[in-house]
């Protein structure tokens, strides 16, 4: 059999699709996809094409199959198209529910900084995370006052005794030792327990006997147990932002018990009204509405976590949560999906690949580029040898902060870079004395759709310290995850589209030390590949799509955002996070805003001016400013 020879073949451009999150079967993403660019039965121009499917190359793998088209239409070159998908949901099977409660509470340590107008949202879920706490609370208090034989007192004071019997003990051995500074810290607390036994002692003498209220110890155990225990669980998970929302969790719960004070003065109006406001408490351990209402919100929250939360946000918290137990999964996912782009570079068989990605696969997306593009910036060919329109690149002036970017610039990008990346193939192709061949970098666009990476410096950013924020006198601040988020970017963590200069560099390349020649760092990433951001405007929190936004406030003044609709007409449809590719939506199907926008911004014909003309149909950088 002959070999592939690349310079007889003819020309390929490679769609890999990458999908978002929830439980996606293998194809279903890059399937849509494909009715949406290239095969929708009821587009009369697309009755010619036709579509085939095989296995990989290497035919390790028949569930992932790879979707082949006859040639494009008014392509020049007479392309052919290969559509892929990197699937990762495997990868994230098992998600455990701790894992997304856990996620919950750390995002709500981070207050209410989400993107203009999602604000209501951190706090409807606050409020209802520090619910679930009094409920928690409420439901083992109410356990351990059972086999305490309802004895309330025992409750509190056997844990008392108990605790101050280890101070005490604590005392004798700090002394003993000669520990001066701890025998003074345990003396306070000794002489604060026995002054609280003091009054506790002469309340039970002194107090009037035979009463229907309980004692003070009683009382305080029935009552303002729970909610103590529940505050300082709030504390403890969500910090200063957490106990916020239990401010606001206590004063839903105040205006449910004034409905229940009314409530049972109007049914049994002769019972003692200290007996109604005791029992009235709905966190109360003696309230007859504390076990429905904590079953109650407890049972919601796993009805929401089963229909929602795990299956789709499961996959969230295990990709954004930087824990241990995470690290595996994010690897196992980040050297899936570069291992795919290599393959795609190393086949030969293409000249162009376009990363088409959706809602948390884009961040995956990104992630992959990244790391690829890290991993090949060192062996791509000498920048001497890529002509004029890298130089011009190399040498602007563009700044991702830049926001007066003009049409004419970002045009100037586009037409630069794709012209760059074909001189750094026929460079990579070229025979060289070179003991180790140059890499090709063939990645012409990065087209994201519903993006997460939006809520970038909500979901992928860290403030400062709780310590710093304490010794400051405030709370966690968007500023503070902006100022992480710039960190990131001048340290060529996260490249930015254009790519940010640092000191003498230039856009692409820095001068490197050891060689003295210039070299293309791995920041350079979007200074060569053009990012497309196609998403629909939110309104109202769940009309259009509220994971997907803007990103070049973000990420880039370069990249061109496009916020579509389903309808010509325009306005906006519920939930349409899962829309971009659907040519199903009636009135306009295949002529809808946001199916157009598609197909000019994946572009296969690869020979019109698509993607260069859609920079025109862009949004303008301040309809953002708020952002």
């Known amino acids: 059999m002959a070999e592939f020879d690349p310079a007889t073949a003819r020309k390929r451009t490679a769609i890999l699709v990458v999908h978002g999150i929830g439980s996606q079967r293998a194809l279903e993403t890059v399937r849509g996809v494909i009715r949406g660019v290239w095969l929708d039965e009821n587009n009369p121009a697309d009755k010619g094409k036709r579509i085939w499917t095989h296995p990989e190359k290497d035919g390790s793998d028949i569930d992932l199959a790879v979707m082949t088209t006859n040639t494009v239409p008014d392509s020049p070159d007479s392309r052919l198209v290969d559509f892929h998908e990197l699937y990762w949901a495997h ?245 899936e999906a570069v291992d795919r782009l290599a393959n795609l570079h190393a086949s030969g068989q293409y000249d162009r690949i376009v990363v088409v990605a959706h809602s948390l696969g884009t961040v995956v997306a990104y992630d992959m580029l990244r790391a690829y593009f890290s991993r090949v910036c060192n062996e791509l060919p000498p920048v001497e040898e890529l002509g004029a329109d890298f130089d011009a690149i190399d040498s602007a002036a563009w700044q991702p902060e830049d926001a007066k970017a003009t049409i004419q610039d970002k045009k100037a990008l586009r037409i630069k870079a794709r012209a760059t990346i074909a001189s750094i193939a026929a460079a990579a192709a070229k025979p060289t004395s070179q003991q180790q061949k140059s890499k090709s970098w063939l990645v012409t666009d990065f087209v994201t759709l519903g993006s997460a990476l939006t809520h970038a410096y909500f979901l ?18 968007e500023q503070d995850l902006k100022d992480d988020f710039a960190r990131r970017v001048g340290e060529r963590e996260f490249p930015t589209c254009p790519p940010k200069r640092l000191d003498l560099d230039g856009l692409l390349t820095f001068t490197n030390p050891k060689t003295h020649r210039r070299q293309i760092h791995n920041g350079a990433l979007f200074g060569l590949t053009r990012w497309s951001n196609i998403y629909f405007p939110r309104r109202q929190l769940f009309w259009g799509d509220a994971i997907g936004g803007a990103l070049s406030p973000i990420f880039g003044y370069h990249i061109v955002d496009l916020a579509v609709s389903t309808r010509k007409a325009g306005g906006d449809d519920f939930f349409t996070h899962t829309a971009y590719w659907d040519v199903r939506r009636a009135p306009d199907t295949y002529l809808a805003p946001h199916i157009v926008t598609l197909r000019k911004a994946i572009d296969l014909a690869e020979g019109a001016t698509a993607a260069i003309d859609l920079v025109d149909e862009g949004d303008d950088p301040s309809a953002h400013d708020g952002n």
Request: proline content about 4%; overall charge positive; some cysteine.
């Open 91 to 335: 990868l994230m099977s098992e998600t455990k529910a701790v894992a997304v409660l856990l996620w919950l509470y750390e995002l709500v340590r981070k207050g209410p900084i989400m993107k203009y107008g999602m604000n209501g949202l951190w706090w409807a879920a606050a409020i209802f995370l520090c619910l679930m706490n009094l409920s928690f609370a409420v439901l083992v208090l109410k356990g351990i006052l059972l086999f305490s034989q309802n004895v309330a007192q025992v409750m509190l004071v056997a844990p008392f005794l108990l605790l101050f019997a280890s101070l005490l003990l604590g005392l004798v051995v700090a002394a003993k030792w000669k520990a001066f500074r701890l025998i003074k810290l345990l003396a306070v607390f000794c002489v604060v327990g026995i002054v609280v036994i003091a009054i506790y002692f002469l309340v039970e003498k002194f107090a009037p006997g035979n009463r229907d209220v309980p004692d003070g110890a009683e009382l305080f155990t029935l009552v303002a147990l729970p909610t103590l225990i529940a505050w300082l669980a709030s504390f403890m998970l969500m910090g200063r932002q957490g106990l916020r929302a239990f401010s606001r969790a206590i004063a839903i719960s105040a205006v449910v018990f004034g409905i229940f004070v009314c409530t049972d003065r109007h049914w049994h109006p002769d019972t003692p009204f200290a007996v109604t406001m005791v029992k009235s408490w709905v966190w109360g351990l003696n309230s007859p509405w504390s076990v429905a209402s904590s079953a109650a919100v407890i049972g919601l929250y796993l009805i929401v976590n089963a229909a929602f939360l795990q299956p789709y946000l499961g996959d969230a918290a295990r990709y954004f949560r930087n824990s241990p137990g995470n690290v595996a999964v994010r690897r196992a996912i980040r050297k």
């Open 460 to 477: 992928m950013c860290l403030g400062k310290p709780a310590a710093d924020l304490k010794a400051e006198g405030r709370l966690n601040t």
